[in-house]
């Protein structure tokens, strides 16, 4: 399956709220320093974590990205670099 997106967690302005782990715990889960952390994504930056999805990947993620209350949740269209979120 195509990679067509990038997932970007800035954990730096993450504040621990946990609304992504609600709606998908599968791939976030809160650390013990009480931020998240974005399952099988690679360290990018010192606080910056990136992972690439699928189309079908994109509605749970989204959902995930929306609901953070500090916008510490991005998705990047990887063919054309557009922050969709």
Same mark, same amino acid.
């Given at each position: 399956?195509?990679?067509? $997106?990038?997932?970007?967690?800035?954990?730096e302005?993450? =504040?621990?709220a946990?609304?992504?782990?609600?709606?998908?715990?599968e791939?976030?889960?809160?650390?013990?320093?009480?931020?998240?952390?974005?399952?099988?994504?690679?360290?990018?930056?010192?606080?910056?974590f990136?992972?690439e999805?699928t189309?079908?990947? $994109?509605?749970?993620?989204k959902?995930?990205? +929306?609901?953070?209350?500090?916008?510490? +949740?991005?998705?990047i269209?990887?063919?054309?670099?557009?922050? =969709?979120?």
């Open positions: 399956m195509e990679k067509k $997106y990038i997932i970007i967690l800035n954990r302005e993450c =504040i621990g946990g609304a992504c782990e609600g709606t998908d715990p791939n976030w889960t809160m650390q013990k320093d009480g931020r998240i952390k974005l399952v099988d994504s690679t360290q990018e930056k010192e606080n910056r990136v992972r999805i189309q079908e990947e $994109y509605e749970q993620f959902t995930a990205a +929306i609901g953070c209350p500090v916008n510490a +949740i991005h998705i269209e990887k063919k054309t670099g557009k922050r =969709i979120i």
